[in-house]
């Protein structure tokens, strides 16, 4: 079963970048499409970004929109999200999911059947 460990979450001020990395279990990830989520306490899970299976399709929240960029390198089994001039309101818990897909990738939850465990992101002064 293929198991997903994120790791880059750190405290950071207004203003700063943090890449996050979500690597898999095993080796095949170029037939699956990628989603990172968030999660503030008392806020549902939402949809950051996605990046389809071979990297063709791409897609962003409108509130990340031009600070955060996705990629992956199939190579290593990882995907990441480069996250520049964060904001307090982007404090969350990050969490990768994969959805075995090729064509295009989803920023809703439902379709991704495998989750990493989390990092947690915070941005304050």
């Known amino acids: 079963q293929l198991q997903l460990v994120e790791s880059g979450g750190d405290l950071v001020q207004p203003g700063g970048s943090l890449r996050l990395s979500c690597a898999a279990s095993?080796?095949?990830?170029?037939?699956?499409?990628i989603g990172w989520f968030r999660q503030a306490p008392g806020k549902e899970r939402e949809g950051v970004s996605c990046?389809?299976?071979?990297?063709?399709?791409?897609n962003y929240a409108d509130s990340v929109k031009g600070r955060f960029t996705i990629s992956r390198d199939n190579d290593r089994n990882t995907v990441y999200l480069q996250m520049t001039n964060l904001q307090p309101e982007d404090t969350a818990v990050y969490y990768c999911?994969?959805?075995?897909?090729?064509?295009?990738?989803?920023?809703?939850?439902?379709?991704?059947?495998?989750w990493g465990q989390g990092t947690q992101v915070t941005v304050s002064s």
């Open positions: 095993e080796f095949g990830l170029d037939y699956y499409a």
């Open positions: 990046i389809s299976a071979r990297g063709g399709r791409i």
């Open positions: 999911a994969a959805q075995r897909a090729r064509g295009d990738c989803s920023r809703y939850v439902s379709p991704y059947n495998y």
